[in-house]
């Protein structure tokens, strides 16, 4: 990975870390004249935005170093400086929005008009406009701003556990192999052909984490409590209504989804009738969920699986691939794993005037196709948002991130079974699709409930220990896959499970992976039966980037969020897959 493109070396990244800290300063002669004249505001938020794009840049490239070796001390302090200058840009900056509060939605419109440089804040200042009645005073916003070093606490203590610290078990596999679980090593045997080895390898692993339940469950309680104190302050009655404020994403979104999975789980009851089929088992249990229903001794090495994106993405138009066939051949990537490395894979946008980076941890599966090019999806988002937005409205939000990197899947499992060359070929990838919708709808809407039932316990003065929240993910589990039913049987232990996912230390987060694989499968199926018009609908989305709201960004496509029909489509698509499954077994 190219990291000189950002700085040639760390000490050019501190000299910048520091002059950014000495800029910080000249923001406060702005305090109090905002409301001069629009020439006035726009030198502000000019400045503003200069700082800020600086500190994304210097935020990549910290958070990068850190995470290619979590074992390393210097990148982790680095990732600390940046955290504390990012909050100290907070404060500077913590007045700026009462400010503009208090000018009203008139004046604010008047300047607009007045200075056509404003445009590119328009969409900003309308929205502190809009959220205005939850923007406080300077002394209180400042506290806040300064506070959110402290509220990053816990998820910097479980990304150090759970990365580098956690005593992981090695256990060894039928096949004489000894494997270290920790969470790539486990990714990997999880998905074991001996059924004993799946036992073993989760009942290993999440016994590691059971000996920390409780640690890990104050930790998260921390993390919950930040949340629920920081909607407080700011009036609103949630920390959900917090979360899906900012992005005016309504309340109706959220719990239509889960209504919605809620409703469909006897499809996904029936995916999991398919897979102990598939299997040959008596009965099916947690442990079951991972091996690939039909085998595949196809292996995808990181060229071959370049190949094969370039391929799938060709109905995005000349544009498109010619963007991502560049990109792919340049060294914007950090590719196999290794020991200290983050697991896990994610793309790094913010350095607006560069390019995007990605972290993966690359394995010869389909499963790491399949990431491959989903990842891809997020940095061509971001490659088209930079070259058609200016930068305070190129970053866009985690509501419409997902969209481009599931649909890039989509189309990627869409092409693999239609070129399938033989029944065994076509039900595998099929069994992939079906797998990727459980996972990202399913399994993602299931957090997504855990999430808003934890939170709401802490709102009404709960309290939840490591045991407790094990009890609340254990219903969950139960519920989601059908204990009840006889479907599927849960041991306990496996309800520590929520303890491993780190996705709960960003508040109401998750849901938008079902949101967007409902949304995605909307646009590949517009796509492929439109033409031009469907593939240039779905990229002006992409090139929307955070110009305007999510949800609004989606209904001027034709796409509303707010309706079940995004989620029941899914549901009838999964439904239509097994469907075809099913045929391609009856006997001839």
Same mark, same amino acid.
């Given at each position: ?26 923001? /406060? ?22 700082? #800020? ?25 680095? #990732? ?24 009203? /939605?008139? /004046? ?28 406080? @005073?300077?002394e209180?916003? @400042? ?58 390898? $989760? ?16 930790? +998260? ?12 302050s ?19 979104v ?16 029936? +995916? ?56 792919t ?17 994610? =793309? ?16 010869e599966?389909?499963?790491g196709?399949?990431? &491959? ?15 058609a ?9 985690l ?13 990627l499992?869409?092409? =693999?079974v ?28 299931? $957090? ?56 709960? &230390? ?6 938008? &992976? ?20 469907g593939?240039?609908? &779905? ?30 489509a ?12 099913? /045929?391609?077994l009856?006997?001839?």
């Amino acid at each position: 990975m190219g990291l000189t493109q950002l700085y040639p070396n760390e000490g050019a990244w501190d000299a910048e870390r520091l002059a950014v800290k000495g800029a910080l300063p000249n923001l /406060k002669p702005f305090k109090g004249t905002l409301g001069t004249d629009a020439a006035t505001l726009l030198r502000a938020l000019d400045e503003s935005s200069s700082v #800020r794009k600086r500190l994304d840049r210097l935020g990549v490239y910290a958070n990068l170093k850190a995470d290619e070796d979590l074992r390393s001390t210097k990148p982790q302090e680095m #990732r600390q400086l940046m955290q504390a200058l990012s909050s100290e840009y907070g404060q500077a900056v913590s007045w700026m929005r009462p400010e503009i509060a208090a000018l009203g /939605k008139d /004046k604010i419109e008047a300047f607009i008009t007045a200075e056509p440089g404003l445009a590119r804040h328009a969409f900003a200042l309308r929205d502190v406009q809009r959220l205005a009645s939850h923007v406080l @005073s300077d002394e209180t916003e @400042s506290v806040l701003a300064g506070s959110s070093v402290v509220r990053a606490g816990p998820n910097a203590i479980y990304s150090q556990l759970s990365n580098a610290e956690l005593p992981w078990p090695t256990i060894t596999l039928a096949t004489g192999k000894k494997i270290r679980l920790d969470s790539p090593g486990s990714s990997d045997a999880r998905q074991a052909t001996h059924r004993d080895d799946r036992k073993k390898v $989760f009942d290993s692993f999440f016994g590691a984490w059971n000996q920390y339940r409780n640690t890990i469950g104050q930790m +998260y309680v921390a993390s919950v409590r930040g949340d629920v104190f920081s909607a407080r302050s700011r009036k609103y009655p949630t920390a959900l209504a917090a979360s899906l404020a900012a992005n005016d994403v309504p309340d109706d979104v959220y719990r239509s989804l889960v209504q919605a999975a809620n409703d469909g789980l006897p499809t996904l009851h029936r +995916y999991f009738k398919l897979r102990q089929r598939l299997l040959g088992l008596k009965e099916i249990r947690y442990y079951d969920i991972y091996p690939p229903m039909l085998k595949s001794d196809r292996k995808f090495p990181i060229e071959r699986t370049r190949e094969l994106t370039l391929a799938a993405v060709q109905p995005l138009g000349p544009d498109y691939v010619a963007k991502i066939t560049k990109a792919t051949a340049e060294r914007w990537v950090n590719v196999y794993p290794s020991e200290g490395k983050r697991s896990g894979a994610y =793309m790094s946008g913010s350095a607006y005037d560069v390019h995007p980076f990605l972290l993966l941890n690359h394995h010869e599966s389909y499963d790491g196709l399949s990431t &491959y090019a989903h990842e891809w999806g997020h940095a061509l988002h971001s490659v088209l948002a930079n070259e058609a937005q200016p930068y305070e409205t190129a970053g866009y939000p985690l509501f419409l991130a997902e969209i481009a990197s599931t649909c890039n899947e989509m189309l990627l499992a869409d092409r =693999m079974v239609a070129e399938a060359k033989s029944k065994d070929d076509k039900l595998f990838y099929l069994g992939q699709i079906l797998e990727t919708l459980r996972g990202t709808f399913f399994r993602q809407t299931m $957090f997504a409930e855990f999430e808003l039932k934890t939170h709401e316990a802490i709102e009404r003065g709960e309290a939840l220990s490591g045991d407790k929240l094990s009890a609340i993910y254990l219903d969950l589990l139960k519920r989601y896959h059908g204990d009840a039913q006889g479907v599927m049987k849960i041991d306990d232990l496996y309800g520590v499970e929520w303890a491993f996912i780190p996705h709960f &230390y960003r508040a109401y987060y998750v849901y938008q &992976y079902a949101t967007s694989i409902s949304a995605a499968a909307w646009f590949a199926e517009q796509i492929q039966t439109k033409g031009d018009a469907g593939r240039d609908n &779905y990229l002006a989305v992409l090139k929307a980037g955070g110009s305007d709201h999510p949800v609004a960004i989606l209904q001027k496509a034709g796409l509303d969020m707010t309706k079940p029909e995004p989620y029941q489509a899914l549901v009838r698509r999964m439904n239509t897959i097994m469907d075809e499954m099913e /045929k391609l077994l009856a006997p001839a």
